[in-house]
């Protein structure tokens, strides 16, 4: 079974590429899944601010599109998903990079993730 992440991810990544600051009613996404996709996008100029400010060096429209859909989740459950410990975000979001990003992209995001963790949930 793939994880509300998992598929959250996926559908932010799909929306990134076409240009779509919404999901549409038809992507068939679990409840907690379409949540976190539909409020990443809600808050995407923002969380956009914020994870250029902590990546040194990076534009995040420079990213990945996968780099940037998992740490822009990370970033929304951070501050909007108070309930899921800051561990777990992080451990995810690694998770999620590992399996579905570049070689460096972990280590990439635990780093930026790192950053913002310790200014959003000090």
């Known amino acids: ?5 998992d598929l959250a991810i996926q559908a932010l990544f799909e929306a990134d590429l076409m240009g779509r600051a919404e999901l549409g009613d038809d992507t068939g996404l679990p409840a907690k899944a379409r949540r976190l996709a539909e409020g990443v996008l809600a ?3 923002e969380l956009d601010r914020t994870i ?9 429209d420079r990213m990945p599109a996968v780099d940037r859909a ?3 989740l990370a970033l929304f459950e951070l501050r909007h998903e108070p ?4 561990a777990v975000v992080i451990a995810e979001a690694v998770r999620i990079a590992k399996e579905y990003s570049t070689d460096k992209s972990g280590a990439f995001v635990n780093g ?3 950053a913002l963790a310790g200014a959003e949930r000090p």
């Open 1 to 5: 079974m793939t994880e509300p992440r």
């Open 43 to 45: 808050h995407r100029a």
């Open 52 to 60: 250029e400010a902590s990546s040194d060096n990076w534009r995040v």
């Open 70 to 72: 998992i740490l822009r």
């Open 83 to 86: 309930a899921t410990p800051t």
């Open 112 to 114: 930026v993730l790192a």
